[in-house]
């Protein structure tokens, strides 16, 4: 059974950080591009950073990058997700995917989700 774990979410101050963990399991995790999508209340979601557990290809949106670093421990089967210097309007569930055949490029942000996660919550507050 295919399963994508969600960990690390919880509420942070403005400026603060946080890890997300993606646990997966149920397939071979060095297969599969993994990333990071959020949706925030009320709002669509928007993918947000992938990584090639591959060959550790990395790709941001343009509203995270430089904040978020997104990586993997392919002997864990787990992808991480750091992220920095929150701001209020990171405020949204935080899900992981799993795409066997959608690269991480920018049209991973907008396509991938073979598997996905339950989700975990991240609030920042002003």
């Known amino acids: 059974e295919v399963q994508l774990v969600e960990s690390g979410g919880g509420l942070v101050q403005t400026g603060g950080s946080l890890r997300l963990s993606c646990a997966a399991s149920?397939?071979?995790?060095?297969?599969?591009?993994i990333g990071w999508f959020r949706q925030a209340p009320g709002k669509e979601r928007e993918g947000i950073s992938c990584i090639s557990t591959h060959d550790g290809r990395t790709y941001y949106a343009d509203s995270v990058k430089g904040r978020f670093t997104i990586s993997s421990d392919n002997a864990k089967n787990t992808v991480y997700l750091q992220m920095n210097s929150l701001k209020p309007e990171d405020t949204a569930d935080y899900y992981c995917?799993?795409?066997?055949?959608?690269?991480?490029?920018?049209?991973?942000?907008?396509?991938?989700?073979?598997?996905w996660g339950q989700g975990t919550q991240v609030t920042v507050s002003s």
């Open positions: 995917t799993a795409d066997l055949s959608v690269y991480c490029s920018g049209s991973f942000l907008i396509i991938a989700g073979d598997y």
């Open positions: 149920g397939f071979t995790f060095t297969d599969y591009n």
